[in-house]
């Protein structure tokens, strides 16, 4: 393990199941290969659609690979999901903003903005519960070890002006580095910056760092799971 300073952006949004297998490997290798890994909560819709890309999905072919594809690097990854069955539910407008509200908030080594997006996800992703109401976002929040008060002041906050302006700048923060969709990751090592697409590029995201790629469990997998 070298000793350089290693700074990991993740740009993820809940409705991306992709970025969820993106999420939980950067989680389980952030003390093996020592980053300091920083959660950016933005909004696909606005990387779809500013920079001028389209929703993978609305391909016929590619919707039906992407549904074979995610069913084998789950279990590949370790991170249980199911297809929900209705696809066009994919307003996650308000959960990201309730994880920008949280991340405003959260003080170094509170991992809010960890618990709470893996809640989400797990939500959309494997339990099939709405993400889209209040309601949700509170069973959510008390799911990741929020107190009923705290969880009241960021819904509250995460519909305030500056939380919906927050939400855009990193939106448009992700755009400025060219992102196209999510996962999008960006890579710091003493300098230097190089950024990748997807849950696919471990591997070479390791090599640009000066680190080992060991799998999807460098450690056992872990028990949140
Ligand atoms: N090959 C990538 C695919 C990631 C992916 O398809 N992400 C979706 C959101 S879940 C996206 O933003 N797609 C835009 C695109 O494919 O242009 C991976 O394995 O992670």
Not at 78 to 83: A, E, K, L, Y
């Amino acid at each position: 393990m070298s000793s350089s300073r290693k700074v990991v952006e993740l740009f993820y949004d809940v409705v991306s199941p992709y970025s969820w297998l993106a999420f939980e490997v950067l989680c389980r290798y952030r003390n093996v290969w020592n980053i300091d890994l920083k959660f950016k909560p933005a909004f696909l819709p606005g990387v779809i659609y500013g920079s001028g890309n389209q929703p993978a999905g609305m391909n016929p072919s590619k919707l039906t690979y992407i549904v074979s594809d995610l069913t084998l690097l789950s279990e590949y990854f370790g991170v249980p999901m199911f297809r929900p069955s209705d696809l066009s539910d994919k307003d996650t407008l308000s959960a990201m903003r309730f994880v920008t509200a949280l991340a405003e908030k959260e003080k170094e080594g509170d991992m809010l903005v960890e618990r709470v997006s893996r809640e989400l996800w797990k939500r959309k992703w494997r339990t099939h519960q709405d993400i889209t109401q209040p309601a949700s976002l509170t069973e959510a929040g008390l799911k990741a070890g929020l107190s009923a008060n705290v969880v009241k002041e960021i819904l509250s906050l995460s519909k305030s002006q500056p939380i919906k302006d927050k939400l855009k700048s990193v939106t448009q923060e992700a755009l400025e580095y060219k992102c196209f969709g999510f996962p999008f990751i960006v890579c710091q090592v003493n300098g230097k910056a190089k950024v990748f697409f997807g849950s696919d590029r471990f591997e070479l995201m390791a090599y640009f760092m000066g680190e080992k790629w060991m799998g999807p469990h460098p450690n056992k997998p872990t028990a949140h799971m």
